[in-house]
C-alpha cells in the first residue's frame, strides 16, 4: 500500500538486541582510500540518516513489549517528530524523519510497555496467529520459491483497490465543526485522555472521506471509523445525538471500497422461526453454504478489536519510568549475573544459552545438510541461531524496612516514611519488609495468641514497586511487638546481603520504625510457646538493644531510626538509635494534636 501512496519503502526490524550504537551510529575503523592503512569513520545506524535523505522507511517492531530501552526512547523521540537532531561522538546533524511505524504485542503483555510508547501508536488492530499444518512444508516452499527473499511475503494488491488509492492521494477533504464534535464526544468518554487518540481519530475520517470521494468529513464518517475501531458511545449520547446518514453515493462508494478489501459472502434464502411465545418472528436463519477451496490463509486474521485501547484496564507491569535509564552507584562486572528470565536472540557470544542455541539450530539442520551436502552429519551453526539469557536488573543496593504496626496510631509516619521509598525507587534497590506486630487474620486460637504473632514476618522483594510491599506496609496492627525477632530477621538478611554468596548488594539502608516497646523475648519468638514466659517485664527490650548493637557492627549499612514520640517511655527509641549507631529521624504527631481551642 505504501508502495502505490508514497513510494517503496526500505523495511528496518527493531529488536531486543538493538543498542544506542544500532540505532543512532557510531564510529568505526575502515580502510583508506589507498587501501594503505586505516582510519576512523562515522557509520550511520538504524534510525539516523548519513546522506539526510527523505527515504521512506518502515519500521516493524515485532515484540513491543521485548523491545530494548534504547529502542523504546528512539520510539518516543521520533514518532511524530518533524525534525531529528543527532549530537554524537562528534557528530552533529538534523533530518526530517521520513518513516512509518508497525508493531505487534500481545494482549496479556500490554501492561509491560510504558503508556508513552503505546500513546504513539493510537491505531490498533486486533488479530490472531492462525496455525499452521505443516510448518516443514511450509519452509521449504519458501526455499525453493522462483522470487526473491524480499518478495516471498508480498501480496500484489488488485488493480481496483491500487487505483483507488491513487484517486483518494489527489484529494484533500476538510474537517466540518460536527464532524470534530463527533471526535470529541468518542474520546473524551475513554478511560484516559489523550489527544493523539483524536487526532487518530480524525485522521482515520478523513481517510475514508478520501475513499468516498467527498469534499467534507461528516460526523456519519466519524461513526463509520470509529465503528472499525471499536469506539463506542455513552448510552446517553446515543439516545440524544442525531447522526447524520450518508448519501446513496458515498455509502455505494464506501461498499465498493470495503468489497475490493474484503471477500463477500453470499446466503442462501432464510426462513422464519417462532419465538417462545408462538408468535411468528422474522429472524434470518440462514442455512451453510457450500465448501469452497480457498488460497493459503494469512498467518494472522485481523478482527475489529473489543477494546480499542487495553492498555487503560490492564494490570501494570512496569515501573513508572520506564523509559528512564537505572542509575549506577558502583563499577559492576559486565557480564549480567541478574535472575534468568527468559532468552533472546543476540549477536555475540556473551553470556551464551547453550540449550536455546542448540534447539534453535536443530530446527534447521535438514535443511542446511540439502543445501550443505558436506556438512551432512555434522552441527550446522548460524549467527541467527544464537540466543542469550534474558535477565532481570541487578540491584545494586537494598532497602530494609523495620516496621512496629503498634506504634503508628498518633504519628504522621506515611510523610516520614515516604522519601525513604522514593529513594528506593530512584536507585533500583531491592527491598526487604520485616513486620512487627501486624494482625493476622485468625488472631486468636481458642482463645490463646497465635504462635504467629509472636514472631515477626518478612517479605523479600525485588523493587519497592511490588503490590505485596505496599499491602504489607499498610497492615493493621496486632496484640504483641515482638520486636527483638524482627531486628533479628533484620539482621540476617543484612550479612546474606552484603556477606555471603555472589550477592551484588553494594551498600544498604536499614529503616526503623518503633517506639522500642518491644513485649516479647527472643526466646518466646523461637519457641513459639508463651506460657513459660509470663512475666517478660523487661525481657523483650533488652532483646532488642542486644540484636541492635550487632546491627550497629555491620560494615556498609546507613541506619535510620524513625521516632515516633511515644508518650509513654520517650527514651526507649532513642537508647536503640544509639545502640544502632542510627540516625534519628522525629516523626510529627497528628494536625490535630497541635491545635488548642480556647473557649
Known amino acids: 500500500m505504501l508502495e502505490v501512496t508514497e513510494s517503496a519503502p526500505k523495511v528496518v526490524q527493531l529488536s531486543s538486541m538493538d543498542s544506542e550504537d544500532d540505532l543512532w551510529g557510531k564510529l568505526s575503523i575502515a580502510p583508506t582510500a589507498d587501501a594503505e592503512g586505516t582510519t576512523v569513520v562515522w557509520q550511520a545506524g538504524l534510525l539516523g540518516s548519513e546522506d539526510r535523505s527523505d527515504e521512506l522507511r518502515l519500521l516493524v517492531i515485532p515484540d513491543l513489549a521485548k523491545l530494548s530501552l534504547a529502542g523504546a526512547r528512539a520510539c518516543v523521540s521520533l514518532m511524530g517528530a518533524s525534525v531529528a537532531h543527532l549530537?554524537?561522538?562528534?557528530?552533529?546533524?538534523?533530518?526530517?524523519?521520513?518513516?512509518?511505524?508497525?508493531?505487534?504485542?500481545?494482549?496479556?503483555?500490554?501492561?509491560?510497555?510504558?503508556?508513552?510508547?503505546?500513546?504513539?501508536?493510537?491505531?490498533?488492530?486486533?488479530?490472531?496467529?492462525?496455525?499452521?499444518?505443516?510448518?516443514?512444508?511450509?519452509?521449504?516452499?519458501?526455499?525453493?520459491?522462483?522470487?526473491?527473499?524480499?518478495?516471498?511475503?508480498?501480496?500484489?494488491?488488485?488493480?481496483?483497490?491500487?487505483?483507488?488509492?491513487?484517486?483518494?492521494?489527489?484529494?484533500?477533504?476538510?474537517?466540518?465543526?460536527?464532524?470534530?464534535?463527533?471526535?470529541?464526544?468518542?474520546?473524551?468518554?475513554?478511560?484516559?485522555?489523550?489527544?493523539?487518540?483524536?487526532?487518530?481519530?480524525?485522521?482515520?475520517?478523513?481517510?475514508?472521506?478520501?475513499?468516498?470521494?467527498?469534499?467534507q468529513v461528516t460526523a456519519a464518517q466519524v461513526d463509520k471509523v470509529a465503528e472499525i475501531i471499536g469506539l463506542q458511545l455513552p448510552l446517553e449520547d446515543l439516545e440524544t445525538l442525531d447522526t447524520p446518514q450518508l448519501s446513496q453515493s458515498q455509502e455505494s462508494a464506501w461498499e465498493d471500497e470495503q468489497a475490493a478489501i474484503l471477500p463477500q459472502t453470499t446466503h442462501p434464502k432464510s426462513t422464519l422461526v417462532a419465538d417462545t411465545g408462538g408468535n411468528s418472528v422474522p429472524r434470518?436463519?440462514?442455512?451453510?453454504?457450500?465448501?469452497?477451496?480457498?488460497?493459503?490463509?494469512?498467518?494472522?486474521?485481523?478482527?475489529?478489536?473489543?477494546?480499542?485501547?487495553?492498555?487503560?484496564?490492564?494490570?501494570?507491569?512496569?515501573?513508572?519510568?520506564?523509559?528512564?535509564?537505572?542509575?549506577?552507584?558502583?563499577?559492576?562486572?559486565?557480564?549480567?549475573?541478574?535472575?534468568?528470565?527468559?532468552?533472546?536472540?543476540?549477536?555475540?557470544?556473551?553470556?551464551?544459552?547453550?540449550?536455546?542455541?542448540?534447539?534453535?539450530?536443530?530446527?534447521?539442520?535438514?535443511?542446511?545438510?540439502?543445501?550443505?551436502?558436506?556438512?551432512?552429519?555434522?552441527?550446522?551453526?548460524?549467527?541467527?541461531?544464537?540466543r542469550c539469557y534474558r535477565r532481570a536488573p541487578i540491584a545494586e543496593q537494598m532497602l530494609v524496612l523495620v516496621i512496629d504496626h503498634t506504634c503508628l496510631r498518633k504519628c504522621q509516619w506515611q510523610d516520614t516514611l515516604l522519601p525513604y521509598l522514593s529513594w528506593a525507587y530512584q536507585e533500583r534497590a531491592s527491598v526487604c519488609l520485616v513486620q512487627v506486630g501486624m494482625a493476622l487474620n485468625k488472631k486468636k486460637v481458642n482463645g490463646k495468641i497465635n504462635a504467629s504473632e509472636l514472631r515477626a514476618s518478612k517479605m523479600l522483594e525485588r523493587s519497592i514497586l511490588v503490590p505485596r510491599i505496599s499491602a504489607g506496609i499498610e497492615s493493621p496492627a496486632g496484640r504483641t511487638t515482638p520486636l527483638a525477632h524482627g531486628l533479628e530477621s533484620a539482621l540476617q538478611t543484612l550479612r546474606h546481603a552484603l556477606q555471603h554468596g555472589r550477592s551484588q548488594i553494594q551498600q544498604a539502608t536499614l529503616v526503623v520504625l518503633t517506639d522500642g516497646r518491644g513485649n516479647v523475648p527472643l526466646k518466646i519468638s523461637h519457641s513459639g510457646n508463651i506460657e513459660p514466659f509470663l512475666q517478660v517485664k523487661q525481657q523483650g527490650i533488652d532483646d532488642a538493644l542486644m540484636i541492635a548493637k550487632q546491627i550497629g557492627q555491620l560494615n556498609g549499612v546507613n541506619s535510620i531510626l524513625l521516632n515516633p514520640q511515644p508518650i509513654y517511655y520517650p527514651k526507649l527509641p532513642l537508647e536503640l538509635a544509639r545502640a544502632m549507631q542510627a540516625r534519628t529521624v522525629n516523626i510529627p504527631p497528628p494536625l490535630e494534636d497541635l491545635w488548642e481551642v480556647n473557649i
Open 87 to 215: 549530537e554524537r561522538h562528534g557528530q552533529r546533524q538534523y533530518w526530517q524523519p521520513n518513516l512509518c511505524w508497525l508493531a505487534g504485542c500481545a494482549k496479556e503483555q500490554i501492561g509491560a510497555v510504558s503508556p508513552h510508547l503505546l500513546d504513539r501508536f493510537a491505531l490498533r488492530l486486533t488479530g490472531k496467529v492462525l496455525p499452521i499444518v505443516d510448518r516443514v512444508g511450509t519452509v521449504l516452499n519458501l526455499l525453493e520459491a522462483k522470487q526473491d527473499s524480499e518478495n516471498v511475503f508480498r501480496e500484489e494488491l488488485s488493480s481496483e483497490l491500487r487505483q483507488s488509492l491513487k484517486q483518494a492521494t489527489g484529494r484533500f477533504p476538510k474537517l466540518t465543526l460536527d464532524s470534530l464534535k463527533r471526535v470529541e464526544t468518542y474520546t473524551s468518554v475513554l478511560e484516559v485522555y489523550s489527544p493523539r487518540r483524536s487526532f487518530t481519530l480524525a485522521r482515520l475520517a478523513l481517510t475514508h472521506a478520501q475513499l468516498t470521494q467527498t469534499t
Open 284 to 386: 434470518p436463519v440462514y442455512a451453510p453454504d457450500q465448501t469452497k477451496a480457498f488460497g493459503p490463509k494469512p498467518l494472522i486474521d485481523l478482527e475489529l478489536p473489543s477494546e480499542p485501547y487495553p492498555e487503560d484496564v490492564a494490570p501494570i507491569d512496569r515501573e513508572v519510568m520506564s523509559l528512564k535509564l537505572p542509575p549506577r552507584r558502583f563499577q559492576m562486572e559486565t557480564v549480567g549475573r541478574g535472575l534468568v528470565i527468559g532468552v533472546e536472540p543476540t549477536r555475540t557470544t556473551q553470556d551464551l544459552a547453550l540449550v536455546s542455541t542448540l534447539t534453535e539450530a536443530a530446527k534447521y539442520q535438514s535443511i542446511r545438510r540439502q543445501r550443505i551436502p558436506e556438512q551432512s552429519g555434522k552441527l550446522t551453526l548460524s549467527s541467527a541461531d544464537l
